[in-house]
Structure formats: C-alpha cells, structure tokens
C-alpha cells in the first residue's frame, strides 16, 4: 500500500489524523508534509481508497509504543460495526504511523438531535463497549470526540482511539485484575469517570459511565462541568454534586438513571447491557432492529437543559495530582522538532493484548520506508535523517 497525504483533519490526546488515499499493495509506503495536510493522490488509480494516517512521537527507548498497541487492540476487536478497520503500521526512530479507516464527522458536529435518534446512537454504543468488554479490554476514553459516523453515511457510528485501552481481567482464566491505584488519571476529565479522577483502575464500570456522561451531554445540550477551565479536583467536585436523576430533569427519566445505575457498579460488576438496551429502547418504540440514525429526522429535537438547583453540595477529598508514570526519558536521538510533539510515552506490559509485535506483523501491512515531505518535520542539521526501523 502506498500513501501520499491529503489534508490534516485534527489533533488529539493520542495523535495526529490525516487524510489520505491509498494504494493497496502489500506494503505500505507514506509521503507526508510537515504541515500535517494533504489532498492524496497514487501513482496506482487500482483499488485507490481514503485512509486516515496518524502519527505519534516515539523514541528507541519505547518498548510498546502506543500507536501499535491501538493497532493490536483494534485487530483484537475487528468484526463489530462499531470497530474501524486497521491497515497498516509502521515505526521510524522519532515517529510511529498507523492507517486506519477514514471517517466522517464525530458527535460534537451534530445538530440538537431528535430523541429517536439519540436512543438509537446509544443503543448501538452500548452494544459496542460490550462487545469491548467482551474481549476483556476496557477502552478508557469513551467521549461525544472519540464516537465518529462513517464517511458515506449509513446510519452506524464507531469508536476510535484505543491508544489507552486496557485488559480488565486475564484473557485466558476470566480473572479480574484487582483494584489498584494508578499514578495518574486515565482519560478525558470531563467524561472520565469520578473513580478515575481519584487514579482508580479502570473497569468496565468506568467505560459505563464515560458512556453515560457522553449520552447525557447530547440530551442536554452540555454537563455542568464541561463549560468550565476547571482543574481536575473542580471538575470531580461538580461531578459528585450532580446526580443522574438531577442532569437528566425534564427528560425521560432512563438517561438519567443510566448514570446512577453506572455509578452503583462495583469494580468487578458485569454491566447489565441488555437490559439497558431494552429500557432506552422502551423510549421510543418504533427503533427497528439493528437501529439505525436517520440524517432525515428532524422532528421535534431535544432542547438544551435549563438547570435548576437541583445539585447536592457535598465535601469530597481532593483527587490526587497525576504523574505520568509511562513518559520515557532517555536519549531522543537529537530529535530537534519543526513543531511541537508529547513526549513518548510506553505501554505497560500489563496492557498489552498479546505479542503487539507479532500481531501487527502477521495482521497489518507495514509502512516500511521514510515519509517523504515537501517541508522537513525535524531540523536535520541539528539530528539524523529519518529512518524507518526494524522492530
């Protein structure tokens, strides 16, 4: 497969997307600008498609990079509608690349939407992380951002970036892994969890209830803590002051039990899918089977909640401050940027999903030659050439 690459579509926690069309071929060969942006064309016009490609710093020192642990873990999960389709990886001595399935916009784009069609969107959501947990993996970053339609729409939504997924339990005994403190907080502050903002490990209850704050912000319009700057022990003190049944007054009253239902769930609790299907579904009886979002639906949509004062004001203890215990230090090969990139970081060997190495090169093509591009990304005459590395 060789790629040139189109234009940049966005940046977040876990990297780079770009747009780009693609040659499929066994291998995988990228040439990209130092903008990040990029109208794709192939020397090849057969089998020519659109990927997204992201790119992502790492370092010699990174034993698990992240990107190809995303790639693993998507390999993992490939079947669901929900899941993007993974194409190639590939690692130089200052970046890593991975090529995925381009999609089209994600949730935060949307329009108020009707109520027929957030019930169908959380439907298929919550069949998703099942399936997730299912394969004993629990994603740790569920948010309105991370929930993307397809490019050509079909009514189906998917789930992207698995960078910070992580095993629940033993793939091979069912074992839950114990709760445990980590040294930092694991995804988003405004829909993680409140056990994650005080450095819990994650569980699915944890995924359940990211789900929820996701839900809860389409049906309102918003969530009381999202408008605020607010440091991380502000953002939890909102959060414990807002129940579900209080967020969700003025709606049907499933949205909001959903939440407190999430919070009830013990650390090693099996989430009750079906049956949280089956009550949102009860909402709106004419949801058809699989359910569908309809772009043409445009009855009566949802209006933005009007709080009253309908939090509980309570003292909580402050969550502790987040080390980023996964940053690797060490040389960086005098890499000398042209614009600025997270340090690397490495994936604990705890979280893997298997041999990553051997799965990605059995699984995916590989991108096995330096990106080409028409500005450098690195100052050269401060460092070393670019070059692709063997893993």
């Known amino acids: 497969m060789k790629l040139f690459l189109d234009n940049f579509i966005a940046e977040g926690g876990q990297g780079a997307h770009h747009r780009a069309t693609a040659l499929v071929r066994q291998r995988l060969r990228l040439t990209i600008d130092a903008a990040r942006v990029y109208r794709a064309h192939t020397t ?8 997204a490609v992201k790119k992502l710093h790492t370092t010699k020192h990174v034993r698990n990079p992240v990107l ?18 993974v194409y190639a990886w590939g690692r130089s001595q200052y970046f890593e690349y991975l090529a995925l399935e381009e999609l ?38 569920i948010k309105p951002s991370n929930v993307l339609f397809q490019r050509h729409p079909s009514g189906v939504v998917k789930l992207i970036d698995f960078g910070m997924a992580k095993l629940y339990r033993d793939p091979t005994t069912l074992q839950h892994r114990p709760q445990t403190s980590l040294r930092w907080m694991h995804g988003t502050k405004g829909f993680a969890s409140i056990n994650v903002h005080y450095h819990i490990r994650p569980s699915r209850r944890d995924d359940i209830e990211s789900l929820s704050y996701t839900v809860l912000s389409l049906l309102c319009g918003g ?6 700057d607010a440091e991380n022990a502000d953002v939890v003190r909102l959060k414990v002051m807002w129940s579900g049944a209080a967020l969700g007054y ?18 090693d609790q099996e989430p009750a899918y079906k049956e949280w299907r089956k009550r949102f579904k009860a909402v709106m009886s004419e949801i058809t089977e699989p359910p569908r979002f309809s772009v043409s639906d445009t009855r009566n949509r949802l209006r933005p909640a009007t709080w009253a004062s309908l939090a509980h004001h309570t003292h909580i203890p402050t969550p502790p401050s987040s080390i980023a215990e996964d940053a690797v230090g060490g040389s960086n090969d005098m890499f000398s940027p042209t614009s600025p990139w997270y340090g690397p970081v490495n994936i604990p060997d705890e979280d893997l999903v298997g041999d990553e190495k051997r799965l990605v090169s059995t699984s995916l093509g590989h991108i096995d030659e330096v990106p080409g591009m028409k500005r450098a990304c690195i100052y050269v005459f401060l460092g070393k050439d670019e070059r692709m590395v063997a893993e």
């Open 223 to 228: 969530l009381p803590w999202l408008d605020h």
């Open 68 to 85: 190809r642990h995303e790639a693993c873990v998507m390999i993992v999960l490939q079947g669901h509608p929900a899941i993007p389709e």
């Open 104 to 141: 089209g916009q994600d949730l935060t784009t949307l329009s108020p939407l009707t109520l027929h069609n957030l019930v169908v969107l959380t439907c298929q959501l919550l069949d998703a992380v099942q399936f997730i947990h299912a394969h004993h993996i629990v994603h740790c970053d």
């Open 44 to 51: 090849d016009s057969t089998h020519s498609r659109v990927v």
């Open 250 to 267: 003025g709606y049907p009253p499933v949205f909001g039990e959903f939440l407190d239902y999430a919070r009830s769930l013990r650390f």
